[in-house]
């Protein structure tokens, strides 16, 4: 039985919402204690004198369906998980339901990042469709994504599809009904891509219950969530109000500074943070969750809130708290991250070409995955 001992770290107490000086024991793939000056022996000791500790970073919103056949600008998990401190990706839509058993074979089974996805209406994957793939009544199989979901309910969480003229075409908002019967009958969480119109962001969110996803919320895009002299449109904060999760998804077009801002000054809520990485926004814009998460510490949110939103959030979101994510508890699984925050002074840019400077710098160290340690490796 391997052991390993943290010390001298502050922890993230979920329930508290704070950080807390706690040393934590991790014993095989178990947490054995959480305390102030643990003495064990142990096979490892880690001095987190620096450092904060927080559940498992999660990032919601990636695509990591690294098929040798259909790539398509998706990235090895682990080039955004573990090697950069990142404990669970969840692929949200890059493979639809003829070609997402696939994702077992060649994600889950090839990466030390704990990976689940997923299933998009449409048809992601297929060779030869490259965009629209929600575009036609052809192209999308509600009958296939339940099936899908009902085969594979380990690792598929929900439902994706994309509202935006780019991959509904005609089919606009008939493409998101479709979604939401899908989610409905298989249960689980819809997220919805939003865009350019049409369909009309308006009526997309009137569709959305609550415990559904409206990822790209604060793209700077015309005809989002803010309207006439950047006021919150009411259907954006009806949504809120009746549970709908806002959902980051910084990507390489998705997310202003601006228009977060705006939002976030009137009340709106950034529910969970995410990247939206792939091989388009890799080496710039997002290049990493930890990267964004920097970004939301410059518009004013508590280091806290951010921790929060990577982890307790999503987790809660598409389940995976059930699974061992989310949480640091005694007797639960040692899935977590080690960073540090300083006052590194990065630019970062968001979608829109803006740049801001860092002030609080999020840098992950290691993460742990059902007790194995990884250290990040790749650039933040």
């Known amino acids: 039985m391997k052991s390993t001992l943290i010390k001298h ?3 993230y107490a979920v329930e508290a919402h704070q950080f807390q000086p706690m040393d934590v024991l991790i014993e095989d793939k ?5 305390e102030r000056h643990i003495k064990a022996e ?13 559940p498992g970073f999660i990032d919601l919103h990636c695509h990591i369906f690294n098929h040798p056949l259909f790539k398509n600008g998706r990235l090895p998990a682990d080039r955004i998980g573990v090697n950069q401190g990142v404990a669970c990706l969840l692929d949200t839509g890059s493979a639809g339901p003829t070609t997402i058993d696939a994702f077992k074979e060649f994600v889950i089974d090839t990466q030390s990042t704990a990976t689940y996805a997923l299933c998009n209406i449409g048809s992601p994957g297929q060779p030869g469709i490259t965009g629209g793939h929600a575009a036609t009544p052809e192209l999308i199989s509600l009958s296939g994504t339940v099936d899908a ?9 929900g439902v994706k599809v994309l509202a935006s003229s780019t991959h509904t075409g005609l089919m606009g908002l008939e493409a998101v009904k479709i979604g939401r019967k899908a989610a409905e009958i298989a249960g689980t969480p819809l997220m919805v891509h939003i865009g350019n119109a049409p369909p009309l962001v308006d009526d997309v969110l009137d569709l959305l219950r609550p415990g559904d996803i409206v990822t790209h919320a604060y793209h ?19 949504a809120v109000e009746r549970g709908v999760i806002v959902d980051i998804a910084h990507g390489r077009s998705s997310f202003s500074y601006q228009t977060c801002a705006k939002a976030l000054d009137q009340g709106m809520p950034v529910h969970t943070i995410s990247s939206d990485l792939h091989g388009g926004n890799i ?12 970004k939301f510490r410059t518009l004013g949110l508590s280091l806290e809130d951010v921790i929060q939103a990577v982890t307790v959030n ?8 059930k699974k061992g994510f989310g949480q640091l508890n005694v007797g639960g699984p040692a899935n977590l991250t080690l960073f540090a925050e300083t006052d590194r002074a990065v630019e970062m840019e968001d979608a ?10 999020i840098e992950p160290k290691m993460v742990f995955i059902d007790g194995v340690c990884f250290e990040t490796t790749e650039v933040l």
């Open 220 to 238: 700077g895009k015309t005809g989002g969530v803010l309207g006439y002299n950047d006021l919150v449109i009411p259907q954006f904060r009806a």
């Open 352 to 361: 829109e070409g803006e740049i801001r400077i860092s002030q609080n710098w």
């Open 283 to 294: 080496n710039r814009y997002v290049v990493s969750l930890a990267r964004t998460m920097s």
């Open 42 to 54: 142990t096979d490892s000791t880690i001095d987190a004198s620096s450092l904060h500790i927080a």
């Open 30 to 34: 178990q947490i054995v204690a959480i």
């Open 9 to 11: 770290g502050l922890v």
């Open 314 to 321: 999503p987790a809660k979101a598409v389940g995976l708290d």
């Open 149 to 157: 979901i009902e085969r594979n309910p380990d690792w598929i969480l």
